[in-house]
């Protein structure tokens, strides 16, 4: 009988369940009421559900090499391929035919779960081995299956103009699919996957994409530390300094080189004499059909495919963040395909609060805003999905558009030490807005963090729904 595979991907560092009182996602409270187990009625064979931590997640106190190692992979954006290929690895873990895929996210994880939906439009599900043999369900085997979906196929070309390696990564997908049996049946057969997500609900969208600073402050440190090293050599500083100078310069290099090597993209003209790295006669032929492949802010991914049945995006108004921009989803000549589709296709709404305030994360009794978001992705879930399973009992939200109002202000906030985040407000234009939000309009005074004034976000002073507000 077919069942339900939902996929969660939480935001950056956030990581539930950890604590009694911890401080919980939309996606987290999602994932509570909908997985299955010992101390719940759902069914696993009616309903499956995964949960992705955040990028960086770990709530570990004090600085260990783990969390190091997370932050740099946030912060050059790495460490999103290993969240996307989860999730991609539980859908083929496990999908039979007929079962219903839906993908959550929130932040960081809303742009992993929209990348996942596009590693299935390319990649398919997987049915068989390249024998004939069945998928496995666990392990490596299984790991590298999805690892080469995301890392070979989905990430060829990332960062370029779409044209200019399309047809090289759709080519990768062909082949992928032949090899795995995951080709669409029908009209749109050779053409893309066999599977494509019902309903993809995604809480204000990041691009997790790295940061420019943190990528030359890294190859600064491995600078130095090279240049230190040799005048400890030349200089004959002590010996456990030269030690310790090389000890720190292997592991930056070698972390370097990984990186490097992993964002290094190329095509195999011929599929039956593939080049490999291995091989050294090949690396010619490498150079020449090889691109360095790294999503950026300015060429990232905003396809969405009609095909997904349905797509809901929740977005911030007050979010000022200058790494935090809107992620531009979907387009016109997918969205001209589902004029008649009912319920519609694709709805991006707006709502009151800064990212956090949209998507979670707050102490409880500060997420009435969220609250309000939240209660939304659920009503349109079960209006395109009747059939997934919440337990209500354990998803309450207590919406109010009067609720206190957050703003993130600083990176880094430590007695003497801050750093500002860099100012870049949101350009609402016309989008269409929750109506909570002009109710929050409406209200006068509402709590916005040290404050309580009439809420006015110069953002919409001169939208058609609210600018009434501002004469």
């Known amino acids: 009988m077919p069942k339900n595979i939902l996929i969660y991907s939480d935001g950056t560092g956030q990581i539930g369940g950890q604590k009694p009182d911890q401080r919980l996602s939309n996606v987290y409270k999602m994932y509570r009421a909908s997985r299955p187990g010992p101390d719940s009625p759902i069914k696993p064979n009616k309903q499956v559900a995964f949960y992705d931590a955040g990028l960086g997640a770990g709530e570990t106190d004090g600085i260990t090499f783990r969390r190091i190692r997370n932050a740099l992979e946030a912060a050059v954006g790495t460490g999103i391929d290993d969240n996307v290929i989860d999730c991609y690895e539980a859908i083929i873990a496990n999908y039979e035919p007929g079962d219903q895929i839906s993908i959550f996210g929130f932040s960081r994880g809303a742009y992993t779960a929209r990348s996942v939906a596009n590693v299935m439009n390319l990649c398919g599900v997987p049915t068989m081995m390249p024998d004939g ?53 029908g009209e749109k057969a050779g053409e893309q996957g066999n599977v494509q997500p019902t309903f993809i609900g995604v809480f204000d969208t990041v691009a997790a994409l790295g940061n420019k600073m943190v990528n030359w402050f890294v190859y600064s440190v491995f600078i130095l530390l090279a240049v230190g090293l040799i005048a400890s050599v030349f200089s004959r500083w002590p010996w456990f300094v030269t030690t310790a100078l090389f000890a720190f310069a292997a592991i ?33 032929s490498i150079w020449k059909h090889g691109h360095r492949a790294v999503w950026d802010r300015k060429n990232y991914d905003a396809y969405l495919d009609s095909d997904v049945q349905f797509a809901r995006h929740a977005l911030a108004i007050d979010e000022t963040r200058k790494d935090f921009p809107r992620v531009i989803w979907g387009s016109q000549k997918e969205a001209e395909k589902t004029q008649a589709r009912k319920p519609e296709w694709m709805k991006q709404m707006w709502f009151a609060g800064c990212h956090s305030d949209i998507g979670g994360s707050y102490p409880e009794p500060e997420s009435r805003l969220s609250d309000i978001s939240l209660q939304w992705m659920i009503k349109e879930l079960k209006e395109c999905v009747p059939d997934i399973k919440m337990r209500p009992e354990i998803l309450v939200t207590s919406p109010d558009p009067k609720g206190l109002q957050h703003a993130e202000i600083y990176l880094i906030d430590k007695g003497p030490l801050k750093l500002r985040w860099g100012f870049g407000p949101r350009k609402v234009n016309n989008f269409p807005l929750h109506p909570t939000v002009l109710e929050r309009m409406k209200a006068g005074p509402v709590p916005q963090m040290g404050d309580v004034k009439a809420y006015r976000p110069e953002t919409l002073a001169q939208h058609p729904q609210a600018k009434i507000y501002y004469e």
């Open 133 to 185: 043999s069945p998928i496995p369900r666990h392990g490596p085997k299984l790991r590298k299956i999805a690892s080469d979906a995301v890392k070979y196929v989905y990430n060829h070309g990332a960062g370029h103009k779409r044209s200019k390696y399309e047809d090289e990564r759709e080519e990768k997908a062909r082949r992928f699919r032949n090899k795995y049996g995951s080709n669409a049946e």
């Open 252 to 284: 930056v290099g070698y972390w370097l080189l990984v990186v490097l090597k992993s964002q290094f993209k190329y095509y195999s003209p011929d599929v039956k004499n593939p080049l490999s790295f291995n091989n050294p006669l090949h690396w010619p």
